[in-house]
């Protein structure tokens, strides 16, 4: 089946289902066995393995089968946010006296409160690294090095990753490899097919779509990691549940179509921003002089919406009379909805494997799906605020 006809049809069942398209929610906490014999054994066959409404309940299972579908993996675990599931992969494959790579581009959070926080009071070391290494990163890995962590284009600046070389050598010295695939979605980008072990969406994003629900997902290849992943999301509680499971499926049905416009969109905005005087950089791989754009074209179906621009002059008192009098795009954190957002990127207060070149505002834009004609007048207008502001 091709990608389309997956995503439209992965995880559903009608026939078990009184006909009913897509699969209902079944909201639980316990669930009842008819025999003592059956309860004791936990007999997999009796409710098709629902044992308990925090592991899992139909509806979170159709979540996972159509995203272990469209990643062509071996199994997923559904969790209730993105930020979750990047805590469970990342706890699962590391403990005590392990030594974390991890680019120096990743989410904010994975570095600040992942690794920062909860790895750290783990014992756990964590490296940061130039996400422009390729097979370079053979000279990072150390004896006790258990997992090297990428994030492709890294959502704030944007820098491609060569996953494809990074994958090669860690397999090669038996390091499990994990991906945050969040800007791609399981539409734009499948890693496991590029080698990747642990592949995580902020499902919260794209896959919803709406703004409305906030999910994760990671999708392993193996059995054997599937079963170390569940262990440890039923040790620690983590539970999706059953509406937002529903919702995130309904979301994955119109995908394909949602992101074709979010890049064509994207791709006029972006397009225009490039040739204004305003702007020094528009950091979005999808454009042709990007310098990651090779490597994103030969390892991406397409690009989403969500891009940086890095502006030519001033400060954050022009930045904020351009932010705070846009029409269309709304402040806030979070992207991969219908709708349009702005954000300030302080690239420069996050890194330390590498230096950020620019000291001028930094600006991410989430394109939705309004006109592009109007998100172009509306930003033309706070190109303008920034200007006599600086
Ligand atoms: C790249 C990336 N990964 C993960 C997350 C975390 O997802 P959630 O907000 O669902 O916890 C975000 C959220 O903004 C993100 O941008």
């Known amino acids: 089946m091709k990608k389309d006809t997956v995503i439209a049809t992965a995880g559903r069942d009608p026939l078990n289902n009184h006909g009913v398209v897509n699969p209902p929610v079944y909201h639980a906490s316990t669930i009842t066995f008819p025999s003592l014999e059956i309860f004791q054994k936990r007999d997999k066959t009796v409710h098709t393995g629902v044992s308990y409404g925090r592991s899992g309940t139909p509806t979170q299972f159709a979540f996972e089968a159509a995203i272990t579908a469209v990643h062509e993996g071996h199994k997923t675990v559904a969790y209730p946010s993105g930020l979750a599931a990047i805590t469970g992969a990342a706890t699962t494959f590391l403990q005590n006296g392990d030594h974390l790579l991890m680019a120096d581009t990743v989410y904010g959070p994975s570095r600040g409160r992942l690794a920062g926080i909860a790895l750290a009071r783990a014992g756990v070391e964590t490296t940061f690294y130039d996400p422009a290494i390729g097979a370079g990163i053979a000279d990072l890995i150390r004896p006790n090095t258990k997992v090297i962590f990428m994030e492709s284009p890294g959502s704030l600046s944007f820098e491609m990753m060569d996953v494809p070389a990074v994958t090669a050598i860690a397999r090669d010295k038996g390091v499990l490899t994990m991906i945050d695939n969040t800007w791609s979605s399981p539409y734009l980008c499948q890693p496991i097919n590029l ?20 999910m994760g997902s990671v999708t392993v290849n193996t059995e054997e990691h599937f079963q170390a992943l569940k262990n440890m999301a039923n040790a620690y509680g983590y539970h999706a549940a059953p509406d937002d499971c529903y919702l995130a499926l309904r979301g994955l ?78 402040l806030g954190a979070s992207w991969g909805g219908y709708e349009s957002l702005i954000l300030p990127a302080h690239i420069e207060n996050i890194r330390t494997a590498t230096d950020w070149p620019y000291t001028t505002p930094c600006i991410r834009l989430h394109i939705g799906l309004e006109d592009p004609d109007d998100l172009i007048a509306d930003l033309e207008a706070g190109l303008a605020r920034y200007k006599a502001a600086s």
């Open 195 to 214: 080698g990747v072990d642990v592949v995580i969406e902020a499902c919260t994003k794209y896959v919803v779509g709406h703004s409305d629900v906030m």
């Open 253 to 330: 049905r119109t995908i394909s179509v949602r992101l074709q416009r979010h890049q064509e969109n994207a791709m006029k905005v972006a397009t225009w921003l490039h040739a204004r005087p305003e702007i020094e950089r528009v950091l979005y791989p999808a454009l042709p002089d990007d310098p990651g754009h090779e490597l994103w074209k030969r390892d991406h179906a397409g690009a989403s919406g969500l891009f940086g621009i890095v502006m030519a002059g001033g400060d954050w008192n022009a930045g904020a009379a351009m932010i705070d009098g846009l029409e269309h795009f709304g």
